[in-house]
């Protein structure tokens, strides 16, 4: 079973940063994806970034392109979304994936969520 948790979220001033990270217990696969999403109040939970395992190929949304930076730790089972530049509209509930396919299109594992605060 894939069990994973996030750590790192809090409360930030407009052009400030976080590091969010997302540590995997459970089980892992050959050849896998990450992914970031986040979901603000009263919207729809949308993509933010992702990465494959395997090639470390990373993919973002137009949103935080040049802002935030997806990575992993192979060792530790752990991927990481580094966020600068924040704004008031990254204010949401992060939530990190996995998708045992890597095909990016469907997630079957989330974790919990950690709330992100961005003030202006």
């Known amino acids: 079973q894939v069990q994973l948790a996030e750590s790192g979220g809090g409360s930030v001033q407009a052009g400030g940063s976080l590091r969010l990270s997302c540590a995997n217990s459970?089980?892992?696969?050959?050849?896998?994806?990450m992914g970031w999403f986040r979901q603000a109040p009263g919207k729809e939970r949308e993509f933010v970034a992702a990465?494959?395992?395997?090639?470390?190929?990373?993919y973002y949304a137009n949103s935080v392109k040049g802002r935030f930076t997806i990575s992993r730790d192979v060792a530790k089972n752990t991927v990481y979304l580094r966020m600068n530049s924040l704004k008031p509209e990254d204010t949401a509930v992060y939530y990190c994936?996995?998708?045992?396919?890597?095909?990016?299109?469907?997630?079957?594992?989330w974790g919990q969520g950690t709330q992100v605060t961005v003030s202006s």
């Open positions: 459970g089980r892992t696969f050959s050849n896998y994806a």
């Open positions: 990465i494959t395992w395997s090639g470390g190929s990373t």
């Open positions: 994936a996995c998708d045992p396919r890597g095909t990016r299109v469907r997630y079957d594992y």
